[in-house]
């Protein structure tokens, strides 16, 4: 049974930094691409970035400049540096793996930037 694992989240300010980390666990042969996404209240579910087996790596507009995606293949586990955090980047924060063909998602993991 594979599982991720999400961690990082919580209370941050305007401005500041936070780390997000999202572990695999299991039985596991290949990771493809990983990534993030998050969920704010009352809006959909939406990509914030997402980096390949290669190491090839996409962001939303939103978020170019300020967040930076990175994996560690050895310990199965997706990273989400956030810099220069804006009030607009509360949400909920979902890990996404896909591992041997199938789609995982962590149980995610709330990020709010307020004063």
């Known amino acids: 049974q594979v599982q991720l694992v999400e961690s990082g989240g919580g209370l941050v300010q305007p401005g500041g930094s936070l780390r997000l980390s999202c572990a695999a666990s299991?039985?596991?042969?290949?990771?493809?691409?990983m990534a993030w996404y998050r969920q704010a209240p009352g809006k959909q579910r939406g990509l914030v970035a997402f980096?390949?087996?290669?190491?090839?790596?996409n962001y939303a507009d939103s978020v170019k400049g300020r967040f930076a995606i990175s994996r560690d293949s050895a310990k199965n586990t997706v990273y989400l540096q956030m810099n220069s955090v804006k009030p607009e980047d509360t949400a909920v924060y979902y890990c996404?793996?896909?591992?041997?063909?199938?789609?995982?998602w962590g149980q995610g993991t709330q990020v709010t930037v307020s004063s």
């Open positions: 996404y793996q896909i591992i041997d063909a199938r789609n995982y």
């Open positions: 299991g039985t596991i042969f290949r990771i493809n691409h």
């Open positions: 980096i390949t087996s290669g190491g090839n790596t």
